[in-house]
């Protein structure tokens, strides 16, 4: 079965930017789409189509997809950022998620 | 604005089945798909199946395949997610979420707590 693997962690001060990875075999060929989760609460889609924005997500989130990896940017990161964050992929008929990153803001 | 209201928390004995409601307001319901993913105690996400009510059409994630049905009633929007066989493990949060081809899940439920004890 297909699988898409994040790192479990990514740490990031204020301000700064940062940059969650999502690798599966040939995702780049496949819509990868991101979603944030906080604490008690259901996931929020912020990207879709590899790099759209739905409305009424900021615009320090981008993404890009390419080769194997799929890549969620969160520039300007703050502290209302830190959540979990999940990739996604549609794949034989099935939709997959990411193993998810937990990202800090220091 | 589109709202999905899932069903209230059930406590279950393993062995048993569990139904999930879903019901959808403020959007067309027929003509996206609604899904279920569900998320066990400090886990991650885990998609278990769809069904486009518009065509009333399911599938399911093979993990899940045998003890998943997956329905909709078109007449009050709303979706449902039967799982069998109940155990342990199947001790999660579940969701419902709406979709359309390549647009993401842009709407979810609330969740709905299973807990699986004897």
């Known amino acids: 079965s297909y699988e898409l693997t994040q790192p479990p962690s990514v740490s990031v001060s204020p301000g700064q930017t940062a940059s969650i990875t999502c690798s599966g075999d040939t995702l780049g060929d496949k819509f990868a789409c991101w979603y944030q989760q906080k604490p008690g609460q259901s996931p929020v889609l912020v990207i879709y189509q590899d790099n759209k924005r739905p409305s009424g997500i900021p615009e320090r989130f981008s993404g890009s997809n390419s080769g194997n990896t799929a890549t969620l940017t969160i520039s300007g990161t703050q502290a209302m950022d830190e959540a979990d964050y999940y990739c996604q992929a549609w794949d034989s008929s099935t939709y997959v998620f990411g193993t998810g990153t937990k990202v800090t803001v220091l | 604005q589109v709202h999905l209201v899932q069903s209230g928390a059930e406590v279950k004995k393993p062995g048993s089945s569990v139904k999930v409601s879903c019901k959808a307001s403020?959007?067309?319901?027929?003509?996206?798909?609604i899904n279920w993913v569900r998320q066990a105690p400090g886990q991650g996400l885990e998609w278990m199946g769809r069904i486009i009510p518009m065509f009333d059409i399911s599938n399911s994630a093979q993990k899940f395949q045998g003890r998943v049905t997956i329905t909709a009633d078109k007449s009050t929007s709303t979706a449902y997610m039967e799982l069998s066989s109940l155990r342990s493990e199947d001790t999660a949060v579940y969701f419902c979420a709406r979709s359309i081809d390549n647009y993401g899940f842009d709407h979810w439920g609330q969740g709905t707590l299973v807990t699986v004890s004897s």
């Open positions: 403020g959007g067309t319901f027929s003509s996206h798909s």
